[in-house]
């Protein structure tokens, strides 16, 4: 049977594993996090021309399609952007995976006025099979991977429960 892994899986594995069995446990501490809210209210307000949150399965939700099979995912900063590169290859693999080719993937970033164009080749999905095999075994720990402080541990929703 395959494993759901979904796309946020894939970004907090970028940003932070201890993060990512937190969430894989169901252990939720974003719904009060500032950033977490303003990253919502960025999303809600761009783009509103746009069919949003486009949720495949319950495992991958894009932030849009555009025209011609362009996939869009919006994003407040690039302060973690190797999570979001990875979290888009990851729909593209997604899709892939299920007979859906050929697309394209933008990240956007509304407030910075820009976008980035990510693509998806064989070598990126020999290297998700990889994490998805990793992401498994951290589902699978019956506690936390080790705390690792990083620069963006001070932002992040999971913050005081890591420190204790």
């Not at 990875?86 to 080719?101: E, S, T």
Request: some cysteine; glycine content about 4%; hydrophobic content about 35%.
């Amino acid at each position: 049977m395959e494993q759901r892994i979904t796309g946020v899986m894939i970004y907090y594995y970028f940003v932070c594993k201890r993060k990512l069995w937190y969430f894989c446990h169901e252990i939720n501490m974003e719904d009060e996090n500032e950033d977490v809210m303003l990253g919502k209210l960025l999303d809600d307000t761009s783009y509103q021309r746009d069919e949003k949150h486009i949720n495949i399965n319950n495992v991958i939700n894009i932030d849009f399609i555009k025209e011609h099979g362009e996939l869009h995912e919006i994003k407040k900063s690039k302060a973690i952007e190797e999570a979001g590169v990875w979290q888009v290859k990851y729909y593209l693999y997604y899709l892939k995976k299920r007979g859906i080719d050929n697309l394209k993937a933008k990240i956007d970033y509304p407030l910075l006025k820009k976008s980035m164009v990510v693509a998806l080749n064989q070598e990126d999905i020999e290297l998700l099979d990889r994490i998805i095999e990793d992401i498994v075994k951290i589902q699978e720990l019956d506690l936390p991977c080790t705390f690792e402080k990083k620069k963006i541990c001070k932002k992040c929703a999971y913050y005081n429960l890591c420190m204790i």
